[in-house]
């Protein structure tokens, strides 16, 4: 029996327009129906989310109350981690004990915008005016419309959501149109926890029907997007009908820098779970190493052992360390990319085929590729899969370079014992996020965003609420004493 998953419009659940199958990625066969929105569905949605915007059942809720709500949802989210994990791993191929550990941390998120919601401030202005008071008020910007990827879309959305809801906002989330299956079902948790109707509508399709439909829409204000630049360039292009306001968390080529004076082992590990969690599948996957010459040999004869160590299988399976990849064209994508960079000069330490008897899902091996320059097609593009491509330096200021050298600027690792080197580092790597001899680190206490091609704005942290309000400035006079007639001249 199939799964059958609805769209969620204004506190209801309900078909789309047309489905299409979802497909499970261990098994390469249909496992679920999901909705698909036309643009009806996404005006219907956009619709509901602007009148709740302004019903007293949302809008006359004081701070405290948004709160109370964002707490409810959290509390349901840890109780239903496991069941949201389960549709994750069926619908993406996520390895089981990575999902139910990430939606467990996801319930964190809603319980730190929960008690930022009554935290958001105006200000008092002392203005150059004789007998006038002057203070800013901070007002939801209005409906939002959040779009996210595949991977991880509960977490994705949590930092959209969350501060979307506690400064006030509606909103309309859109789910990938692959694997959406844990962001339908979490529509069930919005609407148990008493969220008024039409505050949270989430919904699913594809790009033409419904995500230019939802991010040109007249009524929307503010615009959340995570995936990549071409999609986030056609985001750009639809913004213009209504001049939302909008953030793009995009794409990473991200570098880790290993030195000769680390623990190795230690590095190795982190190395690992940098690019092979989540089979590459992660916009922050530490994808290009770069190594220091008089540590190549040794590092990666243990990154190679630790590579081929992996034991790739069943998602479902707790022993399970690497799962498959979430799409056919995802895995043709990679096994395309990988053979040019063998064209151009690059040598396969390790992996670079599908495992043996794996064929019937979209599994790929942990692979490794030493590449003799950074033109390379691996060390260019983003592969968003588990291939590592390794590029020697020599010298401090050639890391830099190495580093530097991409399109991309979402994240960056620094792996060394010096800390003067690292605070150099730091300062000279043109990424917004840099974990120095750790990697993958996050929290919502902290600020998550990049450079370049990488994206604008940034999610998660203090500040993040605030980008879901607009300032009122407001002047009040003091005086009781009459105004002049502007027309008599004294």
């Known amino acids: 029996m199939l799964r059958r998953f609805q769209q969620y419009i204004d506190g209801e659940f309900c078909n789309g327009s047309s489905t299409f199958d979802s497909i499970n990625p261990a098994t390469g066969n249909t496992w679920a129906t999901m909705p698909a929105a036309s643009e009806q569905d996404v005006d219907r949605a956009v619709r509901a989310a602007d009148r709740a915007f302004n019903a007293p059942e949302w809008a006359g809720l004081t701070a405290s109350q948004r709160g ?61 005016k004789q007998d006038m008071e002057a203070y800013l008020r901070r007002e939801p910007i209005g409906v939002v419309a959040a779009i996210v990827p595949w991977n991880s879309q509960l ?20 789910a990938s149109e692959d694997g959406p299956a844990p962001l339908l079902e979490f529509a069930r948790l919005v609407h148990k926890a008493g969220i008024p109707a039409g505050v949270v509508n989430i919904l699913t399709g594809f790009g033409a029907d419904c995500g230019r439909a939802l991010t040109s829409h007249p009524l929307v204000s503010r615009i959340a997007f995570t995936g990549g630049p071409e999609t986030a360039r056609h985001i750009v292009h639809n913004s213009a009908a209504n001049l939302a ?57 243990k990154l190679v052992a630790k590579a081929e160590s992996i034991h790739i299988g069943n998602p479902t399976d707790m022993s399970t360390q690497m799962g498959p990849l979430a799409t056919r064209r995802q895995l043709d994508t990679i096994e395309a990319v990988v053979a040019r960079s063998i064209d151009a000069g690059a040598v396969v330490m390790t992996g670079g085929k599908q495992p043996a008897g794996m064929t019937d899902g979209f599994y790929y091996t942990p692979t490794i590729l ?17 291939v590592l491509s390794v590029v020697t330096f020599d010298t401090e200021d050639e890391a830099v370079v190495l580093a530097n050298g991409t399109d991309y600027g979402l994240a960056a690792g620094v792996f060394t014992r010096d800390l003067t080197r690292a605070h150099r580092l730091i300062k000279k790597l043109r990424s917004g996020i840099v974990w120095v ?24 942290g203090l500040e993040s609420v605030l980008d879901y309000t607009r300032t009122k400035s407001v002047w009040i006079r003091t005086s009781d004493e009459p105004i002049d007639d502007p027309f008599v001249m004294r």
């Open 370 to 386: 030493d590449c003799p320059g950074p033109s390379i097609p691996s060390v260019m593009e983003e592969l968003f899969g588990p």
């Open 155 to 174: 977490f994705l959305s949590a930092v959209k959501v969350a501060p979307a809801l506690a400064a006030g906002c509606t909103i309309v989330l859109k």
């Open 245 to 301: 306001y909008t953030t793009l968390e995009l794409g990473g080529k991200s570098p880790v820098l290993v030195f000769d004076d680390v623990d190795i082992d230690s590095a190795v590990n982190t190395v690992v779970a940098g690019i092979f969690a989540a089979s590459g599948q992660s916009c922050v996957a530490g994808s290009r190493l770069l190594v220091q010459r008089s540590i190549r040999d040794r590092f990666l004869a």
């Open 68 to 128: 109370k709500l964002l707490h409810r949802l959290a509390e349901l989210i840890e109780q239903e981690a496991g069941n949201l994990a389960e549709l994750e791993t069926a619908d993406t191929g996520k390895i089981i004990r990575e999902t139910r550990s990430q939606i467990s941390y996801v319930a964190e998120y809603y319980r730190y915008y929960a008690g930022l919601a009554d935290k958001i401030q105006g200000a008092h202005l002392s203005v150059d």
């Open 437 to 460: 001899n750790t990697y993958r680190a996050v929290s919502p206490m902290m600020p998550f965003g990049g450079y370049k091609l990488s994206g604008l704005g940034r999610e998660g």
